[in-house]
Structures are given as structure tokens and as C-alpha cells.
């Protein structure tokens, strides 16, 4: 059992606390999901049941955190370790060795276990993963969820009472986050061990969780039975910035409209069972009034391949011509080739065969830099962006690279800091703002020198709703404006919302290109929550094309 | 691009053991550094190359061999340049230099830079073998054992550990800057210095968030602060391996025995010397290749007896 009492703390430079006045039980063998904004207080919360708080960090703590009858205060994190195991976020930052089975070795040789039982516990969490395979690899060559695997498995081999995983899925792609998440549910369903899951899609794991824990502003705004939280709190889950999944926000819609709904579904089997009888009513029509881009090709790609130097070919005979004004999404599963593609847009790479044209210029007769002016490119990590001493400065680097005028450049920069809120950091060093903020300067550096192609590298992976959404109106506003935006996704929701045209990938080939509405519909993988529900109706009249909650209700009411 | 990082292939010589290896190294940069004669150093070279063709890297050899070619031909030149010793005068340049006077190239300097650099390829071809096949890990238990303190071990270990990281983190940044209209290779030097602060402060940074996220997991499992641990691998000598290890040290005492009878010295200047060899010089040189190359059957008999 983990017990919190008025528990208060705050890091060594921040007078307000990362958490403030906690006070909660967590019982043995709960699933716990454990959800709020960035900067919260999730990750402190945790650090304090393991113990990082306060030993490894330090700062100020008030109150006292026990588990398994230890308080936290009086023991080390290398005596808690056995107790609660913890897996980050990045995958490559919490492995220490070269070897798969020394990494697992690592937590029992740094408590003294003796070989032999060392030898048992590598095998028997590489067994509980199901990756004995990987037992002699190399830790560099692994994948990302091969990595986050091992990363469990190493914890797994102290056994803990408590696994404690904070946003273990945000830097893997769809299929690993799906195999990491099934192997935590098998952990708690069959080990019984505790699970404390922090995520910011909450889809995927709502109907496992017991119980839901909403953290908002370092305190607690909401905790209880997953269903009863959802319906009792939704105004304020909401309210937090907090993305609840399309079907729970249908069926709040549905209530609030005065159609009858019969419970509160988490998932699309229960849709189909709770909404049948919403259902069973005449539909307005659809409007069809899907926006066309018609506008001059301003991308254009004929039979493109790409092979790698003593590498694998990533694409193969791509056909491509994006027009002005569209808003594109390209998905598929890893190593589809969607990045390899959207690089030959800006001369990162260039054509093995065939070609690329922007804007009337083939990409083979120019550099990156010169097409910096046309195609802007966003990263997913921040991070990688932010070099400057000021924001100011971050913000006019393209523009100075691109030899703008100063006086352009001031009054462009200006302008960037008001329309992205960042006046008031104008002299601040960027890399030490919040994570949203950082995300603000780098889209703003990129637009600054107004390009008419922008690109976007999963941007939304791991970012939080409010983030999300508030990056999503930026580039339907630069859609509308006449520019292009090529987003790259895993993210389903996201297209199916935003986006005007999708195209998938698979194996290098484009193997579905046309509008959202034919793409994404009556699709097994890449389809979104509502179209999911939506077909089970089709009987009774509902258009199986139907891609999100607005449009559900806009021909329901 | 081939890896040039330790990978098992499961050979008889990646399952010797590693101090086996290290001292096999050893042996060979010692004689190579004792011993002048050319055809002495030749088949030192050569006695490298069973253990490369056993342990199955030959790709992985051939490409670093390629690189210490250069470095052999950047010899040579300099040895010709500047060392103006010996008395077969190949060329003599028609101006004159202060100090030195007219420069000249002599068969002798030519010879003498081939030699050092033969020297050089047979130290280099058995560090070759050595980083192919021993585990990093291994290196690192190796040390222990030789009783260092385990924290600065995992400190290297670590370091070499997050390489490929650092890399792939590099080239991603340089993609993000590029694309940001940053032209790496425009200007003068202090101009591209300058750029190069724009992927030098990311990586940088974000090598230092790294360090924090390592820490915070290596504490979370229990790594801590001078306490006992154990190990889940630890090299074993066994009688047969310790027996492999007296017969990899005595080349090293045949060598020194053979220097002090003034066997495998070579005089390069001023004039070349004849490169003959006695018999019984003839015969002991030979002794000593066969105990450099008797790793390998060495390997192959222990991974026998392994497996049985």
C-alpha cells in the first residue's frame, strides 16, 4: 500500500510547489491512470513514491509518503528500489550497459544478489516480457520499443510491488506503444503487481484503469472510479486541458442535446451496445462541403526512389503533386518512409532516382538552404531547435540565414512574439522555458521566414491536448491563409480532424492517397474512434464516412 | 557503412577468454616494439592474420587496415622529407636549404619509413582483433578484476555506451538547423565556427538532459553509493586458460632472449643491411610466429572442450 499525507513539495529554485497538499491511498494491485497538463505534477508525484524525491533531487518537503510501510524520508532510493520500479520516458536514456542481460542484471548486481539468482530472475523477466529473444543483442541496436521493453524487464527482475510508468509510451511509434501498454495491463492482471500509469492519450488504456488521478496545478482535481471520474468531473477534466477520447465527449454531447443515452461508454464495443438506441432515429444529411484544394501544384514528385548508402531502399517509385492550399497528412507504420519522403521536399536528401520539384525548382539543382525560403521544416523535439541566447534571437535565425533585411526583421519578430504570446519572454533564454513555450518559439522560428510549405515531423507525439490543439488552429489558420501544410502522424484523431487529403504509406509505396473521408473510413488500422462506431450503424442510415464527434452530432440533432 | 564495434559471431575466438586476448595484444606490441628487422616484423604482421580469418571479421579488419594505410603512406613521406641520413642518394634536389643544405631522398629513409610503418600494421592488426572480439563488457569486467574502482569503469563504460546516441543526435540536429536556411560550409573560419554553435548548444544540451535522465534511472535501481555489489558475469581463469596464458607470454620471453643475443636488430643507416638470417636464428624466429599463432588452435580446442 502507498500512503501520501499532506504532501507538499517544491524543487530547490522554484518557490511555488511542483505539488502541493497530496493526500492519497493507493491500494495493492490497483491500476492506476494518472493524467493532467505538462508541468502538473504527474512526474513529481512519482518521483516522490520511489523515492527520487527528495533524495535525488532535494528541494522542500513537507508531509510524508509511505510505501509498503517505508517512509520515503528515512529510505534510500537503492532500499525503495525493490519495492517500486520506474520506467521513464526515453527509452535510451535509461539503459546503462552494452548487453541485454547485464542491463537486466544491473539493479540485482548493484543489491549484491548472488549469481544463481541472478541468472534465474534474467530469465524469468525476459519470459514475463516475452523477449528471450533479445537476451544476447546488443542494447544499440535495438528499436525504440525493444529498448522500452528491456527498460521493464530490468525493473521487473527486482521485483517490485509497484511499477510506476511515467509516459513510457510517448517516444514509440503506434505498434510498440500498443505491445508496451498490453504488457503492463498483463502485469497487473496477472502479477497483480501495482501499476501507475501516466499518459496523455487516454483511449488506449481508460477501460483498464480501476481508477483515474487528474493532477492539475501540483494538486489533485480529481480521483476515483475511472467511469464515475468521467461523468462526475468531465467539466472539469475538460476544463484542465485534458483530451478525453471522441466517444466519451459524443456521449456527453448527446446528453447535453437531450438525446437519451444508455450509460457512458469507454470504448467502441460499448458504444455499440450503449448507443443503439440513440441510434434508432432518422439523420439529417451531411453537407457536402469538404474543402478541395485546386489551387497550382506546388510540390511535385515523379517516380522517386530512395536507397540508403549500404542501406535499405526506403522508397520506391513514389507519385506525388501536392496543390497550394492543401492540408496533407501522411501516415503509416514505422520505417513506411514518411520521413525519407518529406525530406527530398526541402533537399535534406536528395532523389537516388527520379525527381522532386518545388515550386518549379528541382531540389537536384539547389541547396537546403535556398529552399529553407520556400518549405519550412518543424521537428518533433524542440529541443533540437533552441541554440540562441534569446528568443528573440531564435526567432530571426532563418531569417538572418536567409539574408532578410534587419529592419524586416525586426518588425517580423514583433509581430512572431505577439501572435505566438511570447512577448513577455522576448530576452529569455529559450531552452529554459516550459515545454509548451519551447514548442511556441521553435514553430515561430520557422514560420518567421513564411514559407509557403510547412512541414511537420509527428509533432504531436507525447505533446499534450491544450499543446495539440493549439498547434492544430495554427496551421488550419495557415492553410486558409494559402499556404500548404504536409503533417506526418501516427496520430488518426489528428487527421481525421484537420487534415484535408491523406495519404498512406507502406513499405515505400504510397498505398492510399485521396480525401480523409475515403482514406480513413471502414479502415481496420487506421481509422478514428467515431468511424469505428459509426459502422455498426450503417444499417440504420448512418453515413459510414463520418470521421469525427461534430460531424456526428451535426446530423443527429 | 560496416560497424567497426565489437559483434558476436559466436567464433572460437570471440569465446576465448578476454585476458587471453589482451595479453595475445600485448605480446605482439611488445616484440613489434623490440624487434628492428623487417622480415622479423613481417611475419609478426602475418601471424596476426590467422586470428582475424578465425574470429571471421576480415571486413571489419580490411576497412581499418585501409585507414592505417594512409597513415603508413603519411610516414613514409615524412620520413623521406625530412630525414636526409643514408648513403644511397635516389635524388638531390638543385637548391639549397639553410642548415641543412641540399635536400636529398635516399633508398635508405624510404626503407626505414616502410619498416616503421610494417611495425605499426602489425601493433594495429592485433588492437584489430582485440576491439572485434571482446565484448566492451568484457573490457570493462577485465578491469575490475585487475582490481580498479568499479565507478570510473562505468564511467567509461557508459561514455562509450551513448556514442551511437550522440551521433544520431547530431546528425538530427544538423537536419534541423539546415533546414532552417544554416549553411555549415559558408565563409570564413570564424563564420563556420559560428554556425557550428547552432548543433554544437542543442547537442550539448541535450547531452546534459541526458545525464540527468541517466542518473535518475541508474538511482532508481538501486545503484548507490559505495555499498557491495556483486556480478552477474565475471571472467573465470580456468587451469586450461591459465595454461593458454603462460604459452601467449613466452614469444615475449623467446623475444627478449633472442634481442639479448643480438638477434633482430637491423641497422637502416647509413647504408641498408643484408637481411639474412642464421639458422639458428632462423629456427627460433620461427618458434616464436608459431607461438603468436597458436591462439587460434588454442581457441579451437578450448571451445571444443567448452562445448563438450
Known amino acids: ?557 | 557503412m560496416i560497424s567497426l564495434r565489437y559483434k558476436n559471431k559466436g567464433t572460437a575466438v570471440h569465446r576465448l577468454n578476454p585476458f587471453h586476448k589482451l595479453l595475445w595484444v600485448i605480446t605482439i606490441f611488445v616484440l613489434a616494439l623490440i624487434l628492428d628487422h623487417p622480415i622479423y616484423i613481417l611475419l609478426l604482421f602475418l601471424a596476426t592474420l590467422p586470428a582475424v580469418a578465425a574470429a571471421r571479421v576480415w571486413r571489419e579488419w580490411t576497412s581499418v587496415i585501409k585507414l592505417a594505410f594512409y597513415l603508413c603512406l603519411a610516414i613514409i613521406v615524412i620520413n623521406i622529407v625530412v630525414s636526409y641520413h643514408g648513403s644511397t642518394v635516389l635524388w638531390q634536389a638543385g637548391f639549397r636549404l639553410p642548415v641543412i643544405g641540399r635536400p636529398v631522398i635516399t633508398l635508405e629513409a624510404i626503407v626505414f619509413g616502410a619498416g616503421m610503418s610494417l611495425r605499426l600494421l602489425a601493433i594495429i592488426s592485433a588492437f584489430a582483433v582485440f576491439t572485434f572480439t571482446v565484448h566492451p563488457d568484457d573490457i570493462m569486467l577485465a578491469i575490475i578484476k585487475l582490481k580498479l574502482p568499479y565507478k570510473s569503469v562505468l564511467v567509461t563504460s557508459l561514455s562509450t555506451r551513448f556514442v551511437p546516441a550522440l551521433i544520431e543526435d547530431a546528425q538530427r540536429i544538423s537536419d534541423v538547423q539546415r533546414s532552417r536556411g544554416l549553411e555549415l560550409d559558408r565563409g570564413g573560419l570564424i563564420q563556420r565556427i559560428r554556425s557550428r554553435t547552432a548543433i554544437m548548444i542543442p547537442l550539448l544540451s541535450n547531452s546534459l538532459d541526458r545525464t540527468v535522465q541517466v542518473a535518475e534511472a541508474m538511482e532508481s535501481r538501486a545503484f548507490g553509493s559505495g555499498q557491495k555489489r556483486s556480478f552477474y558475469k565475471e571472467i573465470t581463469v580456468s587451469r586450461l586458460d591459465a595454461l593458454a596464458l603462460a604459452v601467449s607470454f613466452l614469444p615475449v620471453v623467446l623475444g627478449i632472449f633472442m634481442r639479448c643475443r643480438g638477434y633482430g636488430i637491423y641497422q637502416y643507416y647509413p647504408a641498408l643491411e643484408g637481411l639474412s638470417i642464421g639458422g639458428l636464428e632462423g629456427a627460433m624466429l620461427a618458434l616464436m610466429v608459431l607461438l603468436v599463432v597458436i591462439i587460434v588452435p588454442i581457441a579451437l580446442l578450448k571451445r571444443r572442450i567448452d562445448l563438450d
Not at chain 1, 516480457?129 to 525493473?155: F, M, P, T, Y
Open chain 1, 1 to 557: 500500500m502507498i500512503k501520501i499525507d499532506n504532501f507538499t513539495f517544491s524543487y530547490h529554485d522554484t518557490r511555488k510547489p511542483a505539488i502541493e497538499d497530496i493526500n492519497l491511498e493507493i491500494q495493492d494491485g490497483e491500476f492506476i491512470l494518472l493524467t493532467g497538463p505538462s508541468g502538473g505534477g504527474k512526474s513529481s508525484l512519482c518521483r516522490s513514491i520511489n523515492g527520487l524525491i527528495p533524495h535525488f533531487y532535494g528541494g522542500e518537503v513537507t508531509g510524508r509518503v509511505e510505501v509498503q510501510g517505508l517512509d520515503t524520508l528515512k529510505h534510500s532510493t537503492r532500499e525503495l528500489a525493490t519495492r517500486v520500479g520506474m520506467i521513464f520516458q526515453d527509452p535510451e536514456n535509461q539503459l546503462v550497459t552494452t548487453e541485454v542481460e547485464r542491463e537486466i542484471a544491473f539493479g540485482l548486481e548493484n543489491l549484491a544478489f548472488p549469481r544463481n539468482i541472478m541468472a534465474r530472475r534474467v530469465v524469468e523477466s525476459l519470459d514475463a516480457l516475452g523477449i528471450s529473444d533479445l537476451r544476447h543483442r546488443q542494447v544499440h541496436e535495438l528499436s525504440g520499443g525493444e529498448k522500452q521493453k528491456v527498460a521493464i524487464a530490468s525493473v521487473l527482475a527486482l521485483h517490485p510491488e509497484v511499477l510506476i510508468l511515467d509516459e513510457p509510451t510517448s517516444e514509440l511509434d503506434p505498434k510498440s506503444t500498443e505491445e508496451v501498454l498490453s504488457i503492463t495491463e498483463r502485469l497487473n492482471d496477472e502479477l497483480g503487481i501495482t501499476v501507475i500509469l501516466i499518459e496523455h492519450r487516454l483511449d488506449r488504456v481508460l477501460q483498464h484503469a480501476d481508477r483515474l488521478i487528474v493532477l492539475n496545478d501540483g494538486q489533485i482535481i480529481a480521483d476515483g472510479k475511472t467511469r464515475d471520474v468521467l461523468s462526475s468531473s468531465y467539466e472539469k477534466i475538460a476544463g484542465a486541458g485534458i483530451g478525453v477520447p471522441p466517444i466519451i465527449r459524443l456521449t456527453r454531447e448527446m446528453a447535453s442535446t437531450g438525446i437519451s443515452v444508455n450509460g457512458a461508454p469507454l470504448t467502441v464495443k460499448e458504444g455499440r451496445i450503449m448507443l443503439s438506441e440513440a441510434f434508432r432515429k432518422p439523420f439529417r444529411k451531411l453537407p457536402a462541403h469538404d474543402h478541395k484544394a485546386n489551387g497550382r501544384p506546388v510540390i511535385q514528385v515523379d517516380r522517386l526512389w530512395h536507397t540508403y548508402p549500404e542501406g535499405p531502399t526506403a522508397l520506391k517509385g513514389i507519385n506525388l503533386r501536392v496543390n497550394e492550399g492543401e492540408f496533407l497528412a501522411i501516415m503509416g507504420r514505422n520505417a513506411s518512409g514518411k520521413t525519407t519522403l518529406v525530406k527530398h521536399f526541402n533537399g535534406l536528401l536528395k532523389p537516388t532516382k527520379g525527381t522532386v520539384t518545388i515550386e518549379n525548382i528541382d531540389t537536384r539543382k539547389t541547396t537546403t538552404a535556398e529552399l529553407a525560403r520556400k518549405v519550412g521544416f518543424v521537428f518533433q523535439n524542440p529541443n533540437d531547435h533552441l541554440f540562441a541566447d534569446t528568443v528573440e534571437e531564435e526567432i530571426s535565425f532563418s531569417l538572418r540565414n536567409l539574408r532578410t533585411d534587419d529592419e524586416v526583421i525586426r518588425s517580423r519578430v514583433d509581430e512572431l512574439l505577439e501572435e505566438f504570446g511570447l512577448e513577455k519572454y522576448r530576452g529569455q533564454y529559450p531552452r529554459s522555458l516550459s515545454s509548451g513555450e519551447k514548442q511556441r518559439v521553435a514553430l515561430a522560428s520557422v514560420v518567421a521566414a513564411r514559407p509557403e510549405i510547412l512541414v511537420l515531423d509527428e509533432p504531436t507525439r507525447g505533446m499534450e491536448y491544450r499543446l495539440k490543439s493549439y498547434l492544430m488552429d495554427f496551421l488550419k489558420e495557415y492553410v486558409r491563409q494559402g499556404n500548404t501544410v504536409i503533417l506526418i502522424t501516427h496520430d488518426v484523431e489528428t487527421a481525421a480532424e484537420h487534415a484535408d487529403r491523406v495519404i498512406l504509406l507502406s513499405e515505400g509505396e504510397i498505398i492510399a492517397d485521396g480525401n480523409k473521408r475515403d482514406v480513413l473510413s471502414g479502415a481496420l488500422l487506421f481509422s478514428p474512434q467515431i468511424n469505428r462506431l459509426v459502422q455498426a450503424f450503417r444499417k440504420q442510415g448512418i453515413p459510414g464516412d463520418i470521421l469525427t464527434v461534430d460531424e456526428l452530432m451535426r446530423i443527429l440533432s
